[in-house]
Structures are given as structure tokens and as C-alpha cells.
């Protein structure tokens, strides 16, 4: 009778072999697609890939610039409508990230959802923050580009109301737009740099916005029943950023392109 009864046993054993397995098979398929995915460096790219690659990352999106040595697609971030940008040097990836090509409302949200992702920055600058990150420096910045100030009733427009423009464009009948980056570096690209064995100049547009060194100058309009007056602060200009230097002024930059 006891054999009979071992027997059985044996036959529930087998039963549950393929189930465990399964299970088993399971957690393995998905730990080798989280492996995968902690192996990627930005989005489902890796440092060194060929546009070509980046391309078949980035299938179905749209594609709305391309040059041989920069891909852009249009993107949206929180419903913010920005570009997602990826750099190549002789056809290989070396820096990639978020930008917007416009001041826009809420572009300062871009800083806060980099925080809530990467945790504390490792370093924090006068204009933005930088997380170190085994084969990437990640930097992230939003500022002020754009600056709309309307006559409230009750207020007399005089001479002083243009240095108040200037600080504080928080209080009531101010409107701002913002631009912000978000941008993922090739550590070994960013220590060629901060080094100087890669002289700015051989860094392209994208690359300026994306390290942070090239920003928009910001723009001040008064609206009064008379009609406005905008402040001008210049071109795109260059400073510091993840770069942390500085450099020479630029003219007007095409963002959107």
C-alpha cells in the first residue's frame, strides 16, 4: 500500500515540474529583460551606437530633423512638446537628451521629473544639476526665457516698473515660459572636454544646448492699455552648464532646427 501511496507522490511531483519551470522560465526571461534594459545608457540606446541603430530604437516616432551627425524627433515630456535630440561623431553616439526648441509653459517640471527619476544630483550648479552614473553624466537645467508682464488695474506704469520685470516674474500679471534640457553625456566624451583635449568648438549646436553652454537669452514684454515694450537680452549665449566653463557669446541659434 505504501508503495502504491510513494508512487502517487511521485506522479503530483511530476505534475509540478512543468509549472515550476514555467515559473522559473518566467522570472528568467524577465530578469534577462531588466538586465537588458539597466545595460542601456539612454532610453534603449547605448553609447557608440550608429544612427542607424538609434533609428530602430526610435521606430514610430517622428523623425523631424537629421544631419549626418544629429537626429532629432519630436517628443513630448509630461505633455510638454519637446525634441528629443541624440549627437553622433563618425556615426557613433556620444551625448543625447531633452530639449525644447520654444520657451513653453512648464518646461521647469523637466528639472523636478529628473529628480523624482535620478534621485539627489551628485553635483548642483548655479544653473542646473549633474548625477554621475557608471558610463554617463546626466545634467539637468530649466530657466526663464520668456517673460510676459501685464498691467494690473490699480498699478501705475512709471520708469521703475522695468527693473521690477527684471526681479521678480513670480508675482500677479506675470506669465513665464521656460526652456529646459535634459541631457544624457558619454562620460568619456564629457572627460575629453572638462580636460581640454576637445576644444569646444568642435562640439555642434545641439551638443551647446544639450552640455547646457548655449542658452537662450531671455525676452521681457510690458503690456500696458497702450500698447507693449519688449526687453531684449540678446542672442543665444553661452555659459556654463554640465561644461561648467565659459565662452564667447554666439549669435541668434536656430532651436527649432
Not at 505504501?2 to 515540474?17: A, H, P, Q, S, T
Not at 545595460?39 to 557608440?48: A, I, K, L, Q, V
Not at 538609434?54 to 519637446?82: C, D, M, W, Y
Request: proline share 3%.
Amino acid at each position: 500500500m505504501k508503495r502504491y501511496y510513494d508512487l502517487g507522490r511521485f506522479k503530483n511531483v511530476l505534475l509540478l515540474i512543468p509549472i515550476m519551470l514555467s515559473l522559473g522560465c518566467a522570472n528568467l526571461g524577465q530578469m534577462l529583460s531588466e538586465s537588458k534594459k539597466l545595460d542601456y545608457n539612454f532610453r534603449e540606446t547605448r553609447w557608440g551606437y550608429n544612427k542607424q541603430r538609434v533609428l530602430l530604437a526610435e521606430q514610430g516616432k517622428s523623425l523631424h530633423f537629421r544631419t549626418e551627425n544629429v537626429l532629432i524627433f519630436n517628443h513630448r515630456l509630461n505633455g510638454i512638446p519637446i525634441k528629443l535630440v541624440y549627437t553622433f561623431k563618425n556615426n557613433r553616439l556620444r551625448a543625447a537628451g531633452y530639449i525644447t526648441d520654444k520657451p513653453v509653459k512648464g518646461a521647469d517640471t523637466i528639472v523636478k521629473q529628473s529628480v523624482e527619476e535620478l534621485g539627489e544630483p551628485d553635483k548642483i550648479l548655479n544653473d542646473g544639476m549633474i548625477w554621475l552614473d557608471g558610463e554617463t553624466l546626466v545634467y539637468s537645467n530649466a530657466y526663464i526665457s520668456r517673460v510676459n508682464v501685464h498691467e494690473i488695474a490699480g498699478k501705475e506704469a512709471s520708469g521703475g516698473v522695468l527693473a521690477d520685470i527684471l526681479e521678480d516674474k513670480n508675482q500677479p500679471g506675470h506669465l513665464n515660459r521656460w526652456d529646459g534640457v535634459w541631457a544624457y553625456i558619454d562620460l568619456d566624451f564629457y572627460n575629453e572636454i572638462h580636460e581640454g583635449e576637445l576644444p569646444l568648438y568642435d562640439l555642434s549646436t545641439y551638443e551647446k544646448l544639450l552640455f547646457g553652454v548655449l542658452k537662450r537669452r531671455a525676452i521681457y514684454t510690458y503690456y500696458t492699455r497702450e500698447g507693449g515694450v519688449s526687453i531684449e537680452g540678446g542672442g543665444a549665449r553661452e555659459g556654463g552648464g554640465a561644461r561648467e566653463g565659459g565662452g564667447a557669446q554666439e549669435g541668434n541659434v536656430p532651436f527649432d532646427r
